[in-house]
């Protein structure tokens, strides 16, 4: 018996890409294998560790719980899709780079990725929010505290500046 396959037309990072995908295809494996954006992990394929977070239509979604069929149309952001064009690195990411947020790295992106959705829909997080906000997000080495300062950290970089933490990071861009 063969699967059904199915055309997908989705926008990840910017750019628009067409793929014939299996019907059962997981987003989060369309990312890695079809797309080769390796930055988006895999852990515990059940949407509970949050290593596979990316933004679908801007928020935080677990891609290993969605079909890649059902993002037909729509706009991913993966890790890979933060930082600007020559390297500057995403407020997010260099506030986990400060404040000793990165760990092992492997639920990093996930961090990152949840911290863009979180930091979008809550600008003026204070501790105990940046702690609930995160709190869905699993890091086996328990570098909680480095996370929690980076988000805190990240968030009062967009306070300051205005900037979308969804958005890919343009350093010549000051609202």
């Not at 729509?74 to 990165?102: I, K, M, N, S």
Request: net charge negative; charged share 20%.
């Amino acid at each position: 018996m063969t699967e059904p396959h199915h055309e997908v037309t989705v926008t990840v990072n910017g750019a628009l890409h067409r793929a014939t995908v299996p019907a059962r295809r997981l987003l989060s494996d369309f990312l890695r294998h079809d797309l080769r954006l390796t930055g988006t992990h895999v852990g515990c394929e059940h949407g509970v560790c949050g290593a596979c977070t990316v933004l679908l239509d801007g928020r935080n979604v677990r891609s290993c719980l969605v079909f890649a069929v059902a993002v037909d149309g729509a706009e991913v952001t993966t890790v890979e899709g933060l930082a600007a064009d020559d390297g500057t690195l995403h407020p997010v990411q260099a506030a986990f780079r400060d404040c000793h947020g990165l760990q092992c790295g492997f639920c990093t992106p996930g961090m990152v990725m949840s911290a863009c959705g979180f930091l979008a829909e809550h600008p003026d997080a204070d501790h105990d929010d940046v702690r609930e906000g995160m709190a869905g997000n699993l890091c086996r080495c328990t570098g909680y505290a480095g996370i929690l300062a980076a988000v805190e950290q990240a968030a009062g970089a967009f306070r300051a500046t205005g900037a979308d933490p969804r958005q890919q990071h343009r350093p010549e861009v000051q609202p």
